[in-house]
């Protein structure tokens, strides 16, 4: 149990396309998902918190308006990237917290965008 | 603010060597810690837990004791396998609803035969 998927796993996009990229918690309900950012070789930096049917909380430094995410669902969130650039290339992972297992957080298997 | 530091890696060891990856917290009241594994081109999974201070986390040979006194939770294995190889990642996380994990920087492992 527990399952986080998240679709797709790699895409490359041209500069100045949007990418969307959803979290699904498969067998949970999940009022609250993350976005991490993880850059090569180094630590997952958190993007922000996402909790359904509320504006996300998004973490200082980080482009609301570049990183746009929507938590319609309980078992759905989504990040669209925006306008994407070379610099937006990087690992982006989700996690979902599960309410009913003490707010335990799993996590996605990442999208590895490339943006062109 | 709430932060965890990990000892600097990358950490290179031979098959069947003892491991061990300090971890120490900084945190306002009792977080639960966590340490995470990341194979390479995969997310990450975790490894083992521990909520309260004294508890000791294990699973697949690997253990961590919460140490309040220290502030620590450092990882251990006894005999390091090849398969082993990968990033360890420690976390924490307020006892909150809705709070995200805090990651330290990662020490990358690698074991050779």
């Known amino acids: 149990g527990a399952v986080v998927s998240q679709h797709p796993s790699r895409v490359i996009c041209k500069s100045g396309t949007s990418v969307k990229i959803e979290c699904r918690s498969l067998?949970?309900?999940?009022?609250?998902m993350f976005w991490y950012r993880q850059f090569p070789k180094q630590s997952l930096m958190l993007m922000a918190t996402?909790?359904?049917?509320?504006?996300?909380?998004?973490e200082q430094g980080v482009e609301k308006d570049k990183f746009l995410i929507n938590h319609a669902s309980l078992t759905l969130s989504t990040l669209t990237v925006t306008s994407a650039h070379p610099e937006d290339s990087s690992f982006y992972i989700c996690?979902?917290?599960?309410?009913?297992?003490?707010?335990?957080?799993?996590f996605g298997p990442g999208t590895r965008l490339t943006v062109t | 603010g709430n932060s965890v530091t990990q000892m600097e890696g990358p950490v290179t060891l031979s098959e069947e060597a003892f491991l061990t990856i300090n971890c120490t917290y900084t945190?306002?009241?009792?977080?639960?810690l966590f340490w995470y594994v990341q194979y390479p081109g995969e997310g990450l999974q975790l490894l083992l837990k521990?909520?309260?201070?004294?508890d000791k986390g294990s699973n697949k040979g690997f253990e961590a004791t919460y140490r309040k006194e220290t502030t620590s939770f450092h990882l251990e294995k006894g005999s390091v396998q090849v398969s082993d190889s990968a990033v360890y990642f420690c976390?924490?996380?307020?006892?909150?609803?809705?709070?995200?994990?805090?990651f330290g920087k990662g020490t990358t492992l690698s074991v050779s035969s």
């Open positions: 996690s979902a917290q599960d309410r009913l297992r003490a707010y335990e957080q799993y």
């Open positions: 996402s909790n359904e049917g509320s504006k996300a909380t998004y």
């Open positions: 067998d949970f309900q999940a009022t609250t």
């Open positions: 521990a909520t309260k201070a004294d």
């Open positions: 945190a306002t009241g009792y977080p639960s």
């Open positions: 976390a924490l996380r307020t006892n909150q609803a809705g709070t995200a994990l805090i």
